[in-house]
């Protein structure tokens, strides 16, 4: 983020903000429900909802047609595009939509695996989720070198040094995550897309887990692609990749014949789910406006985008404090993850336990039961589980947070941990 594009920090509107998302009204045997699953995917707001029903209801057309929905349908679909231009901070035709993250990331490895082969490397991290791991594994067919960077599994933190030693001037790609859905570790993005440039290989950036939480600036990181998914910033079930113009003309996607050519349809096959698409307008539109109620009333999209992040950031900071600390004393608790709070700039308030004598579904159910929707398992982070030796035994529990959760939910989950401990 450039200077001239930070926000100064202004407490959250959490009532403004609870309000816009229905479902967080539901409850659960007579408990109030507590969305502590915003990493597998967040809530909407209404406005997300109408716009789905409306697109429906009313505009519900193919692309490109000679008629008055259709054209409709295509500018809302620009509208869309220049929506998430904004939230990435790139141009509109550098914005891709597809079904989700993964399938967009196979798309793509498959289009750069096509240029090569036997010879050339590809840098991947054990501590991300397997949509940036398993789509460039698969180049090991056509004779790629796949070569995983490790983790520090004192704190789950990437180890750069060891990042750093395994790219060389064979390396064509290095992907890696933004954060970790699993122990919420933030990579140090920059300096992963300049050692990848250092080399001249390509920096693919998997920002799905970091999207609700942090700003994301393309154009600052300068990296080539970076993927994400609207379902976890409080859009609907699609995914989004940055790519960088050029790299989308040049690069060969496999499609059908008839497709346009164009920059950025070329890699967007079939027929997207439009309706989702207008929801992810209403997203950008919800960001938006928390942004502008953070004294941004006359800002940009994009600059009330950010003032909206810097209100998040400060109030999932307080909460991330007291879930950790409240967490480490708990007796018999095992913590992964950063806990030391002069290093929490380094973390998202996702975080992953194990609690001795529960396994993490006996956990998470006994917590669902009580109105506390957790996670347990791997979440895809098959690696990171698999190296920290938790895979055999059910993974982790993890409970993450976002901007609508709120302190008095953490202490109940906190006094409903203490009590199913015993
Ligand atoms: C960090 C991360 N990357 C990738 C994915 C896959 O995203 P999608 O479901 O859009 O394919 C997820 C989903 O949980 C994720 O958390």
Same mark, same amino acid.
């Not at 609870?18 to 507590?34: D, E, H, I, K, M």
């Given at each position: 983020?450039?200077?001239?594009?930070?926000? !100064?920090?202004?407490?959250?509107?959490?009532?403004?903000?609870?309000?816009?998302?229905?479902?967080?009204?539901?409850?659960?045997? +007579?408990?109030?429900?507590?969305?502590? $699953?915003?990493?597998?995917?967040?809530?909407?707001?209404?406005?997300?909802?109408?716009?789905?029903?409306?697109?429906?209801?009313?505009?519900?057309?193919?692309?490109?047609?000679?008629?008055?929905?259709?054209?409709?349908?295509?500018?809302?679909?620009?509208?869309? @595009?220049?929506?998430?231009?904004?939230?990435?901070?790139?141009?509109?035709?550098?914005?891709?939509?597809?079904?989700?993250?993964?399938?967009?990331?196979?798309?793509?490895?498959?289009?750069?695996? @096509?240029?090569?082969?036997?010879?050339?490397?590809?840098?991947?991290?054990?501590?991300?989720?397997?949509?940036?791991?398993?789509?460039?594994?698969?180049?090991?067919?056509?004779?790629?070198?796949?070569?995983?960077?490790?983790?520090?599994?004192?704190?789950?933190?990437?180890?750069?040094?060891?990042?750093?030693?395994?790219?060389?001037? *064979?390396? *064509?790609?290095?992907?890696?995550?933004?954060?970790?859905?699993?122990?919420?570790?933030?990579?140090?993005?920059?300096?992963?897309?300049?050692?990848?440039?250092?080399?001249?290989?390509?920096?693919?950036?998997?920002?799905?887990?970091?999207?609700?939480?942090?700003?994301?600036?393309?154009?600052?990181?300068?990296? $080539?692609?970076?993927?994400?998914?609207?379902?976890?910033?409080?859009?609907?079930?699609?995914?989004?990749?940055?790519?960088?113009?050029?790299?989308?003309?040049?690069?060969?996607?496999? =499609?059908?014949?008839?497709?346009? $050519?164009?920059?950025?349809? *070329?890699?967007?096959?079939?027929?997207?789910?439009?309706?989702?698409?207008?929801?992810?307008?209403?997203?950008?539109?919800?960001?938006?406006?928390?942004?502008?109620?953070?004294?941004?009333?006359?800002?940009?999209?994009?600059?009330?985008?950010?003032?909206?992040?810097?209100?998040?950031?400060?109030?999932?900071? +307080?909460?991330?404090?007291?879930?950790?600390?409240?967490?480490?004393?708990?007796?018999?608790? !095992?913590?992964? +993850?950063?806990?030391?709070? =002069?290093?929490?700039?380094?973390?998202?308030?996702?975080?992953?336990? @194990?609690?001795?004598?529960?396994?993490?579904?006996?956990?998470? !159910?006994?917590?669902?039961?009580?109105?506390?929707?957790?996670?347990?398992?791997?979440?895809?982070?098959?690696?990171?589980?698999?190296?920290?030796?938790?895979? @055999?035994?059910?993974?982790?529990?993890?409970?993450?947070?976002?901007?609508?959760?709120?302190?008095?939910?953490?202490?109940?989950?906190?006094?409903?941990?203490?009590?199913?401990?015993?």
């Amino acid at each position: 983020m450039s200077t001239a594009e930070q926000a !100064t920090p202004t407490a959250l509107d959490l009532s403004w903000v609870r309000s816009q998302f229905p479902s967080l009204a539901q409850t659960v045997n +007579g408990q109030p429900a507590v969305f502590l $699953d915003g990493p597998g995917g967040t809530q909407v707001p209404q406005r997300v909802i109408d716009a789905i029903s409306s697109y429906l209801s009313r505009d519900n057309a193919n692309t490109g047609g000679a008629y008055q929905t259709s054209r409709d349908t295509d500018r809302m679909i620009a509208e869309a @595009r220049a929506a998430m231009a904004d939230f990435l901070n790139c141009d509109s035709d550098e914005i891709v939509f597809g079904p989700n993250m993964t399938t967009l990331t196979y798309a793509m490895s498959r289009a750069i695996g @096509r240029e090569l082969g036997p010879g050339d490397e590809i840098v991947v991290t054990l501590l991300d989720h397997d949509a940036n791991f398993a789509p460039w594994k698969a180049l090991e067919e056509g004779g790629v070198t796949i070569r995983a960077a490790c983790f520090n599994p004192a704190d789950c933190t990437l180890d750069m040094d060891d990042l750093a030693s395994k790219i060389t001037s *064979r390396t *064509r790609v290095v992907a890696a995550g933004y954060a970790s859905n699993a122990v919420g570790s933030i990579n140090h993005v920059a300096e992963i897309v300049r050692l990848a440039q250092q080399v001249g290989a390509l920096s693919y950036i998997d920002a799905v887990h970091y999207a609700p939480h942090g700003p994301i600036d393309v154009r600052a990181l300068d990296c $080539d692609f970076l993927a994400c998914s609207t379902y976890k910033f409080f859009g609907p079930h699609m995914g989004v990749l940055y790519g960088k113009r050029q790299h989308l003309q040049l690069l060969h996607p496999y =499609k059908v014949r008839p497709l346009t $050519d164009n920059v950025p349809n *070329r890699w967007e096959w079939g027929t997207l789910t439009h309706e989702c698409i207008a929801g992810i307008k209403a997203c950008v539109d919800y960001w938006r406006e928390l942004g502008r109620r953070m004294h941004a009333e006359h800002a940009t999209r994009r600059q009330a985008i950010l003032a909206a992040h810097a209100a998040i950031h400060q109030h999932e900071r +307080g909460l991330m404090e007291r879930l950790i600390a409240g967490l480490l004393a708990i007796p018999g608790l !095992t913590f992964y +993850g950063i806990t030391d709070p =002069k290093k929490f700039d380094q973390r998202c308030p996702t975080v992953v336990v @194990r609690i001795e004598g529960h396994t993490p579904l006996a956990l998470a !159910t006994k917590l669902g039961d009580r109105g506390f929707f957790t996670w347990y398992g791997n979440y895809y982070a098959l690696n990171l589980t698999e190296q920290l030796d938790v895979e @055999r035994t059910g993974g982790f529990l993890r409970i993450g947070l976002v901007h609508y959760n709120t302190m008095e939910e953490v202490e109940r989950l906190l006094a409903a941990l203490r009590e199913i401990v015993g």
